[in-house]
């Protein structure tokens, strides 16, 4: 491997920033991090930075199963991080099928697969400035809320972002400076998908219109909006327990109101949460007129809860 140049040193020291946060606020006593790699630019450059910060790094290259000759991009993947020095590295096959779509459904199977593989490890994701943006574009376009504005977080257990401050170009200058050959995915040209149309279509439109600058004002907006939202979600109460009394909430603002319903809900089982379930729920609250249940995702796939009021009480089953 070449010797680093500034975007290699630049991928380097932003691990180097999320490594010692994270020593200090979660785990003091772990040297060793789990890499999702999937021999791409960012994940490269992600996991050369791991090694050069002198984490002792594990890579773990999840195969979809969706493009022919997947598995073997996994295995030369896989190769090229032993080739770079890892304690060890393991591909992990994935059937990938459920509700949302193909992009949400080999999501949820990449997940589960990296939680059950990291071996205690935090894992850490390429996901970079630039995707943080293009995750609050969606976040805005569909509605979503103050929450999903915010983006990801830095480190959401067991997962860290170490590159959110690191544009997409600098991870490919990282590549190019220690002589590495990342694989071009051709699901990131494929316009089917959403965010492949926002990659090559809206932002470039959007810097144009707005003279530059778009991605990164977008990583600073989800940077802001999540510091408001954790100062917001402390002074939430808390509720427990499978019914909650309508009277805890109707004094609170709206905000702390939803917080509070959203973290009742969570501890219920629900999961996957939307804007749209909570509103729902809300209204059991400040539109009480008599209505049925509402229903919402339960945890598991096709589980759902039934909210319902009765006698001043909400109860979810």
């Given at each position: 491997m070449n010797r680093p140049g500034p975007a290699a040193l630049r991928v380097r020291r932003a691990v180097e920033t999320w490594w010692h946060e994270y020593r200090a606020s979660a785990a003091p006593g772990r040297s060793e991090v789990a890499v999702a790699l999937s021999g791409g630019a960012d994940s490269l450059a992600l996991l050369t930075g791991a090694l050069a910060a002198g984490l002792d790094t594990v890579a773990l290259v999840v195969d979809h199963g969706l493009q022919d000759g997947s598995a073997a991009v996994a295995?030369?993947?896989?190769?090229?991080?032993?080739?770079?020095?890892?304690?060890?590295?393991?591909?992990?096959?994935?059937?990938?099928?459920?509700?949302?779509?193909?992009?949400?459904?080999?999501?949820?199977?990449?997940?589960?697969?990296?939680d059950a593989a990291r071996d205690g490890s935090p894992v850490l994701l390429g996901h970079t400035l630039d995707d943080q943006a293009e995750t609050v574009l969606l976040g805005l376009g569909r509605g979503s809320g103050a929450r999903s504005l915010a983006g990801m977080a830095p480190w959401a257990p067991p997962y860290g972002r170490p590159l959110l401050g690191v544009r997409r170009d600098e991870t490919r200058r990282a590549c190019t400076e220690l002589g590495l050959h990342p694989w071009e995915d051709p699901h990131n040209l494929d316009p089917r998908f959403t965010r492949v149309r926002l990659r090559t279509e809206v932002l470039p439109l959007l810097e144009e219109v707005l003279g530059g600058g778009v991605a990164p004002s977008l990583a600073r907006t989800a940077a802001s909006l999540r510091a408001d939202n954790e100062a917001l979600d402390a002074l939430a109460p808390a509720p427990s327990g499978p019914h909650l009394p309508v009277s805890e909430l109707t004094e609170l603002p709206a905000a702390l109101r939803i917080r509070a319903i959203r973290a009742w809900l969570a501890q219920c089982g629900a999961r996957a949460l939307t804007a749209?379930?909570?509103?729902?729920?809300?209204?059991?609250?400040?539109?009480?007129?008599?209505?049925?249940?509402?229903?919402?995702?339960?945890?598991s796939a096709g589980r759902r809860l039934q909210v319902t009021r009765a006698g001043g009480i909400l109860r979810a089953w």
């Open positions: 295995e030369r993947a896989a190769a090229t991080a032993r080739d770079l020095g890892v304690l060890r590295a393991q591909v992990l096959t994935v059937q990938v099928d459920g509700a949302g779509g193909p992009e949400a459904a080999a999501r949820t199977a990449r997940y589960r697969a990296l749209k379930h909570l509103t729902a729920v809300d209204a059991l609250v400040t539109d009480w007129h008599g209505q049925g249940p509402t229903a919402v995702p339960g945890g």
